[in-house]
């Protein structure tokens, strides 16, 4: 008889955890489905924003000179990155042309959580980069610019047509002196790194043969690379795009130490015989360049991811 009792109350607990889990099961569900779906919709908004970040940062690259084609950049970057053409919501040039905005958004079908009724889910990411001025950068050219004189994007710039003080026409001794290391960082560009603040050493005397050939190398080069580029719409690594150092010359005389202020962006046009350089002032992003809240601008940018 008591043992017919325990059986009994045996059953009816058993049967209580049954109902209780019955009762409990959509909880649960529901529960797994969110995890599963909440892990899906995070990856999908990582894939977004990470699009979105490159789209911003390569449309800026383009501005202020060339909006439109800041904008197909940005747009094209993050379709590159696995966006698709209908995931992207909008891409605007913003703040006179400093700064681009694109903003994603994409639908998720969910795999668990139909089961509690809900089908999708959205997610949504956006990223503004923005050109800022250049305190320091490499890879510059060895001719400097006296800052004394303001110029605006498209003028002519002649490098080398007169001088700029006793002895001195502008190259400049970047890392060593001599007629072929200006040649080979005019090639090359100088691989050290130079920032507003520092003193850089004039190349003084008139260099005619490394220079002209130097310079013919990058004018053939860009040709090259990039035949229909112009000052105006080019490729960003195009050989005729020189970063110049802007520099007071006002103290030059002979073998001299010039003062940096800032740094210019040229499109290199032609050089004639006797080393007159035809360039076009630009606004351009330095490559391997550090932004500066303090620096003066004359040109040259670093496009920077600012939300």
């Given at each position: 008889m008591e043992s017919n009792r325990r059986n009994g109350r045996q059953a009816i607990k058993r049967g209580q955890v049954i109902v209780l889990i019955t009762m409990a099961l959509p909880a649960i569900l529901g529960s797994i489905a969110l995890v599963a779906d909440v892990g899906r919709l995070y990856f999908n908004w990582a894939i977004l924003q990470a699009a979105a970040d490159a789209g911003a940062v390569a449309g800026a690259d383009y501005l202020p000179s060339n909006p439109a084609i800041a904008v197909s950049t940005a747009d094209l970057y993050a379709e590159k990155n696995g966006?698709?053409?209908?995931?992207?919501?909008?891409?605007?040039?913003?703040?006179?042309?400093?700064?681009?905005?694109?903003?994603?958004?994409r639908t998720i079908p969910y795999s668990f959580a139909v089961l509690v009724g809900i089908t999708t889910g959205v997610v949504s990411a956006q990223a503004t980069a923005q050109v800022q001025t250049i305190g320091s950068t490499s890879g510059i050219?060895?001719?400097?610019?006296?800052?004394?004189?303001?110029?605006?994007?498209?003028?002519?710039?002649?490098?080398?047509?007169?001088?700029?003080?006793?002895?001195?026409?502008?190259?400049?001794?970047?890392?060593?002196?001599?007629?072929?290391?200006?040649?080979?960082?005019?090639?090359?560009?100088?691989?050290?790194?130079?920032?507003?603040?520092?003193?850089?050493?004039?190349?003084?005397?008139?260099?005619?043969?490394?220079?002209?050939t130097a310079f013919h190398y990058l004018l053939d080069e860009g040709q090259s690379e990039d035949p229909g580029g112009t000052f105006a719409d080019h490729t960003l690594s195009d050989p005729r795009v020189l970063i110049v150092p802007m520099v007071d010359f006002s103290t030059a005389q002979g073998n001299s130490q010039v003062l940096v202020k800032g740094f210019a962006a040229l499109w290199l046009v032609s050089v004639d015989n006797k080393d007159n350089i035809r360039t076009y002032f630009i606004n351009e992003v330095a490559p391997g360049s550090t932004p500066s809240s303090s620096a003066t601008n004359y040109g040259a940018y670093k496009a920077v991811l600012i939300q």
């Open positions: 966006i698709l053409p209908s995931e992207i919501v909008s891409t605007n040039v913003l703040a006179n042309a400093t700064e681009l905005n694109i903003q994603l958004r050219k060895p001719m400097g610019i006296d800052y004394r004189t303001t110029y605006s994007s498209g003028q002519i710039v002649m490098l080398m047509m007169n001088q700029v003080g006793p002895g001195n026409w502008g190259p400049l001794a970047l890392g060593a002196s001599g007629s072929s290391n200006v040649g080979q960082n005019i090639e090359s560009g100088y691989q050290g790194s130079v920032s507003v603040g520092d003193y850089l050493t004039t190349e003084t005397g008139v260099q005619t043969g490394p220079i002209q």
